[in-house]
């Protein structure tokens, strides 16, 4: 009976990870394939991959998803921090309709903040291009920032700011040396949300550009109206450098700490 | 008792509201350089506020605050010549000790070779040699404690403010504390201003108590006149076991409680003025009935180590005596106090 019972979710997980991955495994598979069919593998070519390069293009895309995705993730993290330590010196009343007002962006559907922004920029004569795509991506990366941040800056110990100040820090000193560093893993959470978020949005970047402004989502939406290999090979190389920094951002600091043990150990013995 | 020089902070008539409740209700003192000055009082009473005000986290409602007579209310925190020892340590969690001792001179953009120098002497008079490299959340209670002491003493404050910081630490750790704390300051040879609730650790390390209570000075003095000389039934009742008791003063030297007269010290009442007395547990004698000049039952003996403690009722009230000798429940006893063992002090206002 709890032979079987385990048999079964075994089959289960497998079956819930084969549904997952098996898209992403095609997409690599046929970004390989010599011919430009999407169901029959004919043999092994590189020729999607040289394609993808010369084509300028996509090429142009890529600049443009990846420059917006820092420049946004850049400007959104100073912004959503500097908020975030605001609103946790400000009065009660004032903290929470903030806190309520910043949930509503991140609540509400892609699709009406991106007919807001569209139309706002074209109320403002705003022409639309890579500018309005930052200021877009600005918009809707800083609450996730404010979300992550937030937190931390509340459980920061009043004291640590005062003992700053105590040992002679000014208030941007003690900005800068004390309650930064204390909130930095909220700061590096905000980064890598607003990153990925700016990174792969489609819908908002697509009402709010113009002027021949693509970024990677929008030119591959365009491509798909017809067979065209070179988008999976486009995926491929995105896969590939996500796992990279998986593998990178999960290996680093378990070496990193095992060393730091092994040193403190090493101290304790010496002493 | 160590030699005191100029007055360096002065407050006058400092008052502070916060929400409506007045924390401090005009506060006058004066605190001299080489010091050692506790504020002892319940919680609530106003003494972290007085520190906080003196490192300038906070500032006054009114009143002035003088250092070297000069008034520094509206000087900022880091602009002020003093540094303070927090109730929790505040260490900085992601510097090493050798960074958390050297961040105030590093502020101050200290040549490294004096940092190095100033930092490794003062890691030493802690005791903390050789902890440079230590990850400061892995240290225990004590030694963070060193640390924070060392992070404000490497800066050589003028003045140094000590927000309750024994108050972490367990029973034993405490008292090694206090005592190291104590040679710490004479070898400095700085003011310490040093804040607690607990009254044994200020009579043992001070030079002067301040006893507080709702937010005003109940009482200025060295811990032996603290102690001896209450002026008032709060300080009677807050430093040590106290028996108070509502009397007269017949006339000088002359003191009447509970139907009967006693010979006394005190001087300079009002004759037959209404007056409170204080008798500490361990003044008290027992002795035979016939030659007690108070006679009572033996009502309750608890042993507590050094002493037993002993609830002898008189006809009027009960007595609490600490004595070595001990005492079998229901027996008649006289009690006797030594002229000079009586304290007598004014009757509270409130």
């Not at chain 1, 497998?14 to 598979?29: A, E, G, H, M």
């Not at chain 1, 699709?111 to 500018?131: D, E, N, P, Q, R």
């Not at chain 2, 608890?302 to 009722?313: Q, R």
Request: aromatic residues 8%.
């Amino acid at each position: 009976m709890k032979k079987k019972s385990r048999v079964f979710s075994f089959l289960y997980i497998i079956l819930c990870y084969l549904f997952f991955y098996v898209p992403i495994l095609v997409t690599v598979v046929f970004s390989f394939n010599s011919s430009k069919s999407l169901t029959k593998f004919t043999g092994f070519s590189l020729r999607w991959y040289t394609q993808l390069i010369s084509d300028q293009e996509i090429m142009a895309a890529v600049y443009v998803s990846v420059s917006i995705a820092i420049f946004a993730t850049a400007i959104s993290t100073v912004l959503g921090t500097i908020t975030a330590i605001g609103m946790s010196k400000s009065k009660k009343v004032l903290r929470d309709t903030l806190l309520s007002v910043n949930n509503i962006p991140i609540m509400n559907p892609d699709i009406v903040t991106a007919i807001g922004l569209m139309i706002l920029f074209s109320s403002m004569m705003i022409a639309k291009g890579y500018i309005t795509m930052l200021l877009a991506h600005v918009a809707f990366c800083t609450p996730y920032v404010i979300t992550s941040v937030y937190p931390k800056v509340r459980s920061l110990d009043d004291s640590l700011a005062n003992a700053a100040m105590d040992l002679g820090a000014t208030p941007f000193q003690t900005l800068m040396k004390v309650i930064i560093p204390s909130i930095k893993p909220g700061i590096y959470a905000g980064i890598l949300l607003a990153f990925t978020m700016s990174f792969d949005d489609f819908v908002i970047s697509y009402f709010v550009t113009g002027n021949g402004v693509q970024n990677i989502s929008i030119i591959v939406y365009n491509m798909t109206k017809r067979t065209n290999p070179t988008i999976n090979a486009l995926s491929t190389i995105v896969i590939a450098v996500i796992l990279v920094a998986l593998i990178i951002g999960n290996v680093v600091p378990a070496i990193y700490n095992k060393r730091k043990d092994k040193k403190v150990k090493m101290e304790e013995n010496a002493n | 008792m160590a030699d005191m020089g100029n007055c360096i902070i002065e407050l006058k008539g400092i008052t502070k509201t916060f929400d409506d409740q007045q924390v401090l209700r005009g506060i006058d003192l004066n605190i001299y350089e080489n010091e050692f000055l506790t504020l002892l009082g319940p919680s609530g009473c106003g003494k972290t506020t007085i520190l906080r005000i003196i490192a300038g986290f906070i500032e006054a409602d009114g009143g002035e605050l003088l250092f070297n007579g000069i008034d520094i209310s509206k000087v900022p925190p880091y602009k002020r010549e003093v540094n303070t020892v927090f109730q929790k340590y505040a260490l900085f969690p992601f510097l090493n000790v050798y960074d958390n001792v050297a961040f105030g001179l590093n502020i101050k953009k200290v040549d490294k070779t004096i940092v190095d120098q100033k930092v490794k002497k003062t890691l030493k008079l802690v005791g903390l040699e050789g902890f440079d490299k230590r990850d400061v959340t892995l240290l225990s209670g004590g030694q963070q404690q060193r640390v924070a002491i060392a992070r404000a003493l490497v800066n050589e404050p003028k003045v140094l403010l000590l927000d309750e910081p024994l108050g972490a630490l367990d029973a034993k750790l405490r008292k090694e504390m206090q005592v190291e704390l104590k040679k710490i300051q004479q070898e400095v040879g700085i003011t310490f201003i040093f804040v607690t609730h607990d009254q044994e650790e200020a009579l043992s390390m001070s030079d002067t108590v301040v006893v507080m209570n709702e937010g005003k000075i109940q009482q200025i003095g060295t811990p032996v006149d603290i102690y001896n000389e209450p002026e008032n039934r709060f300080v009677a009742n807050f430093i040590g076991e106290s028996n108070i008791i509502g009397g007269n003063m017949i006339r000088d030297c002359l003191v009447r409680f509970d139907d009967v007269d006693f010979p006394c010290v005190d001087k300079g009442f009002k004759e037959n003025e209404e007056i409170e007395v204080v008798l500490r547990p361990e003044d008290i004698d027992i002795v035979e009935p016939e030659k007690g000049q108070l006679v009572g039952e033996v009502t309750n003996v608890v042993f507590k180590g050094v002493h037993y403690e002993i609830m002898v009722e008189t006809d009027k009230r009960q007595y609490k005596i600490h004595t070595t000798d001990i005492q079998e429940v229901g027996t008649k006893v006289g009690l006797c106090v030594d002229p000079d063992l009586i304290h007598v002090m004014y009757t509270m206002e409130y």
